[in-house]
């Protein structure tokens, strides 16, 4: 940003912004590319803050580029025991869900057994109950004879 590299808060941007407004603005006999480029700076600057710059340079911020005595270092190691807590806590959600899923199989092969053996002890049950009714039948065609 060209126009505002010396900014170091909101307000000295708008000061400089009413400045060069003046200066560039189309109404006032200015450029218009210029202008326009001018407030697209401004609006980037008053959404995103200042430049922060470390040995003569300046744009994107890497963490080795701040001095370690810098507040965004603590703010930083914040943020990285939050996701080292978040992936800890996916860790327990998986492990429970596996925990459920196995109980959940367990229970169904249990349910599969029980509904085999009671199969088994229908099927008995019929070959009892088969030669009474076999019997009343052939009773009930011999003395319909």
Known sequence: MKFFTDCKDKEEAKATFRELAQLFHPDHGGNAPLFMDLKRQYDYFI???PLISFGGRAGRVFKQDIPFDHPIHYRIKQLEDQIKYLK?????CHNIKNEYLDKYVESCEKI???QMKLN???VIIHMINAPKTFLDHLKA???AK
């Open 112 to 114: 599969n057994s029980l």
């Open 88 to 92: 800890n806590s996916l860790d327990v």
């Open 141 to 143: 065609w011999w003395y």
């Open 120 to 122: 088994e002890l229908n």
């Open 47 to 49: 959404k995103n803050g």
